[in-house]
């Protein structure tokens, strides 16, 4: 999902100690490196300190049982590695391979270390020139822990696939735009997560747009550089995005503690580019923007508005990359975005750029052309075939005689596996078409676009998996039209992000989602409100956050109620819960006081097995013959349980799952021995 080359060496923790300033230098190509676990010396614990060369960071993400990636921004283009360790003191530790950062970057890069144990905890520090950066959160060093691995758990007779238990939160929303002080829903996390769980999916809406208004020139000017990359000017716009990522950082300490000691996975929802954008996968979907000033009109809702967010998608996902998109695991299935000038033809659907090399593109890793803002053909292109080095032929065909700024854009739909679960990563919105709310079930509208649907469905089909989660920033199973439904949208009429806009789609899905007899749950976000909604026997729509952002009013959600049944289009589905807030000008959310919300995070907890010890001690786990998800809703402020549910392996199938005689004889045997030592 990135452009990055990786490569492995290893190197003394006893450089840290004498001498780091002769680290190995990274190749210049690269923008992420690897790193395998060297083993540990006996060097001493080395002194932290204070160090002006970085700006942001660190940030954990893409955990897995053996690997982890570690993302830092140096002040000025330079080369950092990482010392970890088992040991709090990082003593007898390991210092990575060295990563060089350069301003097409913003001064961002990330090292993904190798060969680290299953199971195990790891402390880390960030290393520039001769020292290491003191980044401690609460007065101890950072760490992580790295998953379970199912050979530990394998046992022939008890746990033959060899299933673990595990945690992740996953949540949306962290808006700092709103009256009052910030809720401390990060904070919260840290203090009642850290090492309970594994790792945390933010799904959309990491930031909401702030700071987009820095330029190419007053970025250079802050940051010091005296030649701005080619990237700043081709992708206009990702200067502020940059900014944007920083602000965030910067103005919520508690969220950038929370990356640095618990591992994320990301989706981009619409703030990741900008507010409320649809139409980003519609062909022909284009308006004649010359002289048109960009992000003057944003907030209208009027097709130059809709062009203009639309054909921002890869500027934004650029710096999005940058900053939090290097967390999603590669599954082969994107390449770099592509950004270029190009000279255009009225009439002719041939794009022309004398400087690029399109023999090189994969249209299978590619979504479509955008002719960017402020342009007489600005809007979205097929990319019908690539016509040679410099040419590639678009539809449908250009309107205007000029030289563009375009860009190509990329697949950023992924998975991963956790013990017996799948886990996907869906993109709701670089893809998605344009929608008319007075035919929902148009067969030609699309969320996901036809390559991500057909990988998903297929992927669905051929899982093996006990559970299904499928992450989808918007909602499956109602509508975010923000009133709408009763004319007063502050999205206009046509508003709904959920997939009750896209209904012939969301049957395919929920079809195939039916189909497989095991619980699926749809992780969603987008609407600020929690809810568990039943859609079908074992299948979910998991609604979760905000974290921090303002509560939406009930209504918002297209007259949902609280609890019962609800017409979901052409579906019925039950709400079993939901955080039920409302907002309006005379008080609180939620009864809360003025300004402070109901900010909501959740706790997914995958119970496979339990531990009963043998004879000598030693840890015995034991697999349930229904294993469970458990789904917790808790409070921002405070971490109590607001919600839970429980779903069981044994719920999507058409009648229980009978329990082996000598399954049950087995695990009697064995409590009985237990209490009997």
């Known amino acids: 999902m990135n452009d990055n080359f990786k490569y492995s060496t290893r190197h003394s923790a006893w450089a840290v100690a004498l001498a780091l300033s002769t680290a190995l230098v990274a190749p210049q190509l690269a923008i992420g490196a690897a790193a395998e676990q060297a083993p540990a010396s006996s060097a001493p614990a080395p002194l932290l300190e204070k160090l002006d060369g970085f700006t942001h960071g660190p940030q954990l993400g893409n955990v897995s049982a053996t690997s982890i990636r570690i993302w830092a921004r140096t002040r000025q283009p330079g080369s950092f590695s990482v010392l970890y360790s088992t040991l709090p003191d990082l003593s007898g530790g390991t210092v990575s391979a060295p990563i060089k950062t350069n301003w097409d970057h913003d001064g961002t890069g990330w090292i993904e270390l190798k060969g680290l144990k299953p199971n195990t905890k790891y402390y880390y520090a ?99 550089v005296a030649k701005p ?151 979205v292109y097929k990319i019908v075939k690539v016509l040679g080095k410099n040419q590639i032929q678009v539809e449908p065909a250009l309107n205007v005689s000029e030289k563009v700024r375009y860009s190509v854009g990329t697949n950023y739909y992924t998975k991963f596996s956790v013990a017996n679960t799948d886990i996907f990563l869906l993109d709701t919105r670089t893809n998605r078409t344009l929608h008319d709310k007075n035919n929902l079930t148009d067969p030609k509208t699309s969320m996901l676009g036809a390559a991500q649907k057909q990988w998903l469905f297929d992927e669905l089909k051929k899982s093996k998996a006990d559970f299904i989660f499928v992450t989808s920033t918007v909602n499956l199973a109602v509508p ?117 919300g109901w900010p909501i995070y959740t706790v997914v907890r995958v119970n496979n097995a339990y531990n009963i010890p043998d004879k000598d001690g030693k840890e015995r786990w034991i697999a349930y013959p229904e294993p469970q998800v458990v789904i917790e809703f808790r409070d921002g402020y405070t971490g109590e349980l607001s919600f839970a549910h429980s779903v069981s392996t044994s719920e999507a199938k058409k009648a229980p799952t009978p329990v082996s005689p000598d399954h049950v004889k087995l695990i009697g045997g064995i409590t009985a021995s237990s209490h009997a030592q």
Do not use: C
């Open 480 to 596: 975010h039209d923000n009133g709408a439904w009763y004319g007063q949208g502050s999205g206009g009429a046509g508003k709904d992000d959920g997939w009750t806009a896209h209904l012939h789609e969301r049957a395919e899905l929920l079809r195939v989602a039916e189909s497989l007899g095991k619980p699926v749950f749809f992780l969603t976000g987008d609407l600020h409100k929690s809810f568990v909604a039943r859609v079908a026997p074992g299948v979910y729509d998991i609604a979760t956050g905000p974290h921090t952002s303002s509560n939406h009013r009930l209504g918002d959600a297209g007259g949902s109620p609280p609890s019962g049944y609800y017409q979901s289009g052409d579906r019925l589905v039950n709400i079993l819960w939901s955080s039920n807030q409302y907002r309006n000008d005379s008080g609180g959310d939620g009864g809360r006081p003025k300004g402070k």
């Open 229 to 379: 990359p080619k990237v700043t000017s081709l992708a206009k716009g990702i200067t502020g995005v940059w900014e944007n990522y920083k602000i965030y950082l910067d103005n919520s300490p508690a969220l950038a503690n929370f990356y640095r000691e618990v591992p994320q996975f990301v989706t981009a929802d619409d703030h990741e580019i900008l507010n409320d954008v649809t139409g980003s996968g519609e062909i022909g979907f284009r308006v004649d923007a010359r002289g048109k000033p960009w992000q003057q009109k944003l907030q209208s809702d009027d097709h130059e508005a809709n062009v203009e967010r639309a054909v921002f998608r890869d500027p934004a996902l650029a710096g999005w990359h940058d900053y939090i998109g290097w967390s999603n695991p590669d599954i082969g299935k994107s390449q770099a975005q592509v950004f270029g000038e190009a000279v255009t033809k009225a009439g002719s659907n041939v794009l022309t750029d004398p400087v690029a090399d399109f023999s090189r593109l994969d249209l299978n890793k590619t979504s479509n052309l955008h002719v960017l803002w402020g342009y007489g053909n600005s809007g």
């Open 126 to 224: 960030l290393v520039l020139g001769n020292k290491i950066a003191d980044t401690r959160v609460n007065g101890k060093v950072n760490s992580f822990l790295t998953l379970p691995d199912s050979a530990a758990f394998v046992d022939p007779e008890l746990n033959p696939k060899g299933v673990f238990n595990f945690a992740f939160e996953v949540g949306t929303g962290n808006n700092q735009a709103r009256q009052g002080a910030i809720p401390p829903t990060y904070a919260t996390m840290l203090d009642q997560l850290k090492d309970r769980i594994h790792f945390q999916i933010q799904n959309g809406d990491w930031i909401y747009e702030v700071g987009r208004e820095t330029n190419e020139q007053d970025w250079a000017k802050v940051n010091k």
